[in-house]
């Protein structure tokens, strides 16, 4: 046997390989950075709220424990606040779906003109806040030149304070043509996912128009109405643009809400405990009532 066959023969040397990273590691950074600009901001405010902290008297911190919270909670003026929340909130809300789903009916249909409508439509949802304020507060609700008042002069009736004499009210009018283009859009689109062959066959089996909308188009629209339910109540309990562009809380606090009641306690008498209290109670009441609305449009979808 010659030393060429004793010599074992040399593997070929392994491929090096590269750092893997599993899918879990590689979402890490931004959750990170999620966590560090909400969460961390969240826990610092309830740890405040737990104070009595205010920017004025820098040096005295002392802990009360739940004072704040049961300031807002039993304090009739905070009640009445959080009362106006629920009222813009809710009533606002309910407004944008009925509107909403009118024209979402509406546009579903083909007529001369529809796609310029709906873009129409859609503008006054990419408006500012603060300027839909400044819009209906100066030219729209105004008591000497703005044209409400002057619709209802030429009729023969009295210019209208509509801010003064109906601040709620105008203020739910104004953010619900804010965003009733949202509910529509939303609305719309779960519509043209409807199968033209189910209300073909509603039509020969002889139903009218309103067993149509109520037995083939609604439950259709359920998960499309949870959608606007849920986004709109988080949006809606936390509006504060169109408050201080338009009535500053007033007249009294009848269109304080807990957003804008948080800003006065923080930036006007640098309450930091009590406004902090004021948030978490915000975000508490944001997660119950997008909660019990949406568990109580899923029962109403199963017919329970």
Same mark, same amino acid.
């Given at each position: 046997?010659?030393?060429?066959?004793?010599?074992?023969? =040399?593997?070929?040397?392994?491929?090096?390989?590269?750092?893997?990273? &599993?899918?879990?590691?590689?979402?890490?950074?931004?959750?990170?950075?999620?966590?560090?600009?909400?969460?961390?901001?969240?826990?610092?405010?309830? /740890? @405040?709220?737990?104070?009595? @902290?205010?920017?004025?008297?820098?040096?005295?911190?002392?802990?009360?424990?739940?004072?704040?919270?049961?300031?807002?909670?039993?304090?009739?003026?905070?009640?009445?606040?959080?009362?106006?929340?629920?009222?813009?909130?809710?009533?606002?809300?309910?407004?944008?779906?009925?509107?909403?789903? #009118?024209?979402?009916?509406?546009?579903?249909?083909?007529?001369?003109?529809?796609?310029?409508?709906?873009?129409?439509?859609?503008?006054?949802?990419?408006?500012?806040?603060?300027?839909?304020?400044?819009?209906?507060?100066?030219?729209? +609700?105004?008591?000497?030149?703005?044209?409400?008042?002057?619709?209802?002069?030429?009729?023969?009736?009295?210019?209208?304070?509509?801010?003064?004499? /109906?601040?709620? #009210? &105008?203020?739910?009018?104004?953010?619900?043509?804010?965003?009733?283009?949202?509910? +529509?859009?939303?609305l719309l689109t779960g519509l043209q996912s409807l199968p033209d062959d189910q209300?073909?066959?509603?039509?020969?089996?002889?139903?009218?128009?309103?067993?149509?909308?109520?037995?083939?188009?609604?439950?259709?629209?359920?998960?499309?109405?949870?959608?606007?339910?849920? +986004?709109? =109540?988080?949006?809606?309990?936390?509006? $504060?643009?169109?408050? @201080?562009?338009?009535?500053?809380?007033?007249?009294?606090?009848?269109?304080?809400?807990?957003? $804008?009641?948080? @800003?006065?306690?923080?930036?006007?008498?640098?309450?930091?405990?009590?406004?902090?209290?004021?948030?978490?109670?915000?975000?508490?009441?944001?997660?119950?009532? #997008?909660? $019990? +609305?949406?568990?109580?449009?899923?029962?109403?979808?199963?017919?329970?």
């Amino acid at each position: 046997m010659t030393a060429a066959a004793t010599t074992p023969a =040399t593997s070929a040397p392994a491929p090096k390989r590269g750092l893997r990273l &599993s899918p879990a590691a590689l979402i890490w950074p931004a959750m990170l950075y999620l966590i560090l600009t909400t969460q961390v901001p969240f826990f610092m405010t309830v /740890y @405040y709220s737990f104070f009595r @902290y205010n920017l004025a008297i820098p040096g005295s911190r002392p802990f009360v424990g739940f004072a704040n919270y049961q300031n807002l909670l039993t304090d009739p003026q905070n009640l009445h606040i959080l009362w106006n929340t629920v009222v813009l909130a809710g009533g606002t809300l309910i407004l944008t779906l009925i509107i909403g789903a #009118a024209l979402a009916l509406l546009l579903n249909r083909d007529f001369p003109g529809r796609a310029l409508l709906r873009t129409l439509l859609i503008s006054s949802f990419l408006i500012m806040p603060v300027v839909t304020a400044v819009v209906w507060k100066n030219m729209l +609700m105004n008591p000497v030149f703005g044209f409400f008042s002057w619709v209802v002069t030429g009729l023969g009736g009295h210019p209208v304070d509509w801010l003064a004499q /109906y601040p709620m #009210a &105008s203020v739910i009018a104004m953010i619900t043509w804010e965003w009733t283009p949202f509910a +529509m859009l939303i609305l719309l689109t779960g519509l043209q996912s409807l199968p033209d062959d189910q209300l073909e066959a509603a039509r020969l089996d002889g139903a009218s128009p309103w067993q149509e909308f109520r037995f083939v188009v609604l439950p259709h629209w359920t998960q499309a109405i949870q959608v606007v339910v849920l +986004m709109e =109540t988080i949006a809606l309990l936390q509006v $504060y643009g169109e408050i @201080y562009g338009s009535t500053s809380g007033g007249p009294g606090i009848a269109t304080t809400n807990l957003p $804008y009641f948080i @800003y006065q306690k923080a930036f006007a008498e640098y309450n930091i405990g009590l406004a902090s209290a004021a948030g978490v109670l915000t975000v508490i009441l944001t997660n119950v009532l #997008a909660a $019990y +609305m949406l568990r109580l449009l899923t029962r109403a979808g199963r017919g329970e």
